[in-house]
T-cell receptor, first 111, second 110 residues
Framework: RKEVEQDPGPFNVPEGATVAFNCTYS??????FFWYRQDCRKEPKLLMS???SGNEDGRFTAQLNRASQYISLLIRDSKLSDSATYLC????????????FGTGTKLQVIP | SQTIHQWPATLVQPVGSPLSLECTVE??????LYWYRQAAGRGLQLLFY??????ISSEVPQNLSASRPQDRQFILSSKKLLLSDSGFYLC?????????FGQGTRLTVV
């Protein structure tokens, strides 16, 4: 099983729709979780951290389910500018803390 | 604040030529360092990661190698490039619960 798995998509959604991505991880000792956004031909950039209690940033909501070992990203009222690839990032606790990036889920918001 | 520099931004190299991409990090010490490749339309593929000077782990067998001669310097190399080495190469660093990417190098092997 891969350390971090994401559905590559693409997810094609109309403007204004709500869309959700999941990311599963295999290491139960994972401690820190993030969502990154990558625009076409650019480097990934931090979108938001994922906290155990769940957290919201405007139209974006991130959640963590430790029991099932997945994190999710919910985007409400999708905008054309949300079109990008979304990568999840998992960092284990202790040791060398090797960061694992998911391969990304591509979102295309359609007018 | 921590910054990461990666160069060059764009590179066109003939098949069979050598490659050297450099990545340096400022504002931190003893970071974990990574090299990723992203083929056109594909996801990130981890190539190498390093937890310290001279310590390199290779994730996939390939035509590339990596070295970490200094704490904050990570170099990706090849003796002879193949057409299949074309792609977007990203350096990243992490420490504690932070991770950042360099701006990437777009390599085209012709």
């Amino acid at each position: 099983r891969k350390e971090v798995e994401q559905d590559p998509g693409p997810f094609n959604v109309p403007e204004g729709a709500t869309v959700a991505f999941n990311c599963t991880y295999s290491n139960s000792a994972s401690q820190s979780f993030f969502w990154y956004r990558q625009d076409c031909r650019k480097e990934p950039k931090l979108l938001m951290s994922v906290y155990s209690s769940g957290n919201e940033d405007g139209r974006f909501t991130a959640q963590l389910n430790r029991a099932s070992q997945y994190i999710s990203l919910l985007i409400r009222d999708s905008k054309l500018s949300d079109s990008a690839t979304y990568l999840c990032v998992v960092i284990p606790s202790g040791g060398y803390q090797k960061v694992t990036f998911g391969t990304g889920t591509k979102l295309q918001v359609i007018p | 604040s921590q910054t990461i520099h990666q160069w060059p931004a764009t590179l066109v190299q003939p098949v069979g030529s050598p490659l050297s991409l450099e990545c340096t990090v400022e504002g931190t010490s003893n970071p974990n360092l990574y090299w990723y490749r992203q083929a056109a339309g594909r996801g990130l593929q981890l190539l190498f990661y390093s937890v310290g000077i001279g310590q390199i782990s290779s994730e996939v067998p390939q035509n590339l190698s990596a070295s970490r001669p200094q704490d904050r310097q990570f170099i990706l190399s090849s003796k002879k490039l193949l057409l299949s080495d074309s792609g977007f190469y990203l350096c990243a660093w992490s420490q504690d619960s932070e991770a950042f990417f360099g701006q990437g190098t777009r390599l085209t092997v012709v």
